[in-house]
């Protein structure tokens, strides 16, 4: 449903916003930005260089915010399987208390499980009641 050329900078502004905003409420979105934001706000607490996260002797304390991370976009990008990567990702939030900076200071873990539990508790990947 594209709109023609002709059409006004105004009217397919408006379009655009509607396209936006009805893409964003059939996905777990609020989910998925709770949980990439949990997994950067500890990356940022540990002061994690770009090239200490591509070093291979990358640990534990850097894997679980990029898993988290990576977690929050799945469940954005691929609603159907949001279940699997909501779980993935409170389990790393879970783990980033003991291995990363008590959570990075609490509050990437308090985003990483709220983001999963909502991942979790979306039907159908949206807002609202699913079909009965």
Known sequence: MDLPASVSGLRRARWERRRWREWRLRRPFGAGVLLVLGGAEILLVQRA????????GADVRYALPLLMCACGVLVVFLPRGRRGCAVVGVLASLGSWVASDL????LGMAFGITGGLLALGTSRGGVGPGPE
């Open 49 to 56: 260089g770009p090239a200490t996260l591509l070093a291979s």
């Open 103 to 106: 959570g990075g200071l609490v």
